[in-house]
């Protein structure tokens, strides 16, 4: 679980964060973080295992996925309420 804590978010490093508001597609956003996932993972020895971590978490297929998308969107919201109370 902790890998998949981990990998969750690097594609972004390359395509950076979409949000709804950017007017992606969620099937064009998908596209582009996979493609850039594969970047970053070529020639990686364990690039297929770390792929299918990313999958589980994009299709919280597992409890493991779920749970790590649900604290993604608590991390969001807490981000949120930190950056009102900033400003």
Do not use: C, N
Not at 31 to 59: V, Y
């Amino acid at each position: 679980m902790i890998t998949l804590a981990l990998i969750h978010d690097l594609a972004e490093v390359i395509v950076g964060d979409i949000t709804p508001l950017d007017g992606v597609p969620k099937d064009e956003k998908r596209k582009q973080e996979e493609k850039a996932l594969a970047t970053l993972l070529q020639g990686h020895p364990r690039s297929e295992e770390l792929q299918s971590i990313w999958q589980e978490f994009e299709d919280r297929t597992t409890p493991e996925g779920k749970f790590v998308s649900d604290l993604d969107k608590l991390d969001m919201g807490l981000q949120a309420e930190i950056y009102e109370q900033d400003f």
